[in-house]
C-alpha cells in the first residue's frame, strides 16, 4: 500500500520560510498528480493549497509565495512556502491522484485522491 512520509513543518516566524517534502513510498510518482492540503486549526476546515498536474492550481492566498515542485527521480514532491503569515498556520498534507481533471473542483476534491501523508504541522508566530 503507497503512502507519503512528510518532513519539514515547524515554527517560523512571519516572514519566514519553510520547505515541506513527501517521498512517496510503494508507487511511483511519476504518474500522479499531486498537491498540498491544510487543515485548519482554528477553522478545522480543509484547504486545497495548489495542485500541480497539466493545470496548475494554488489558492488565491498563497499565490507568488508558495510553489509546488516535484522530483521523481526521488519520488519526492515538496511545497516551498516564502512569506510566510499566521493565516498560513495549519496541518500540511501532500497528497498523489493518478486521474487527472482541469477543472479545479475536482483537482482539489479530497475523495479523488489516492495516496496521502501523514501531515506535517506549520505554525507561523512571532
Known amino acids: 500500500q503507497g503512502h507519503f512520509v512528510e518532513s519539514g513543518g515547524g515554527l517560523v516566524q512571519p516572514g519566514g520560510s519553510l520547505r515541506l517534502s513527501c517521498v512517496a513510498t510503494?508507487?511511483?510518482?511519476?504518474?500522479?498528480?499531486v498537491g498540498w492540503f491544510r487543515q485548519d486549526h482554528h477553522l478545522g476546515g480543509v484547504s486545497c493549497i495548489g495542485?500541480?498536474?497539466?493545470?496548475?492550481y494554488y489558492l488565491d492566498s498563497v499565490k507568488g509565495r508558495f510553489t509546488i515542485s516535484r522530483d521523481n527521480a526521488k519520488n519526492t514532491v515538496y511545497l516551498q512556502m516564502n512569506n510566510l503569515k499566521p493565516e498560513d498556520a495549519g496541518n500540511y498534507y501532500c497528497?498523489?491522484?493518478?486521474?487527472?481533471?482541469?477543472?479545479?473542483?475536482?483537482?482539489?476534491?479530497?475523495?479523488?485522491?489516492?495516496?496521502w501523508g501523514q501531515g506535517t504541522q506549520v505554525t507561523v508566530s512571532s
Open positions: 510503494g508507487f511511483s510518482l511519476e504518474a500522479y498528480a
Open positions: 497528497a498523489a491522484r493518478l486521474d487527472k481533471f482541469t477543472d479545479v473542483e475536482r483537482m482539489c476534491r479530497i475523495a479523488e485522491q489516492d495516496y
Open positions: 495542485i500541480r498536474e497539466e493545470n496548475t
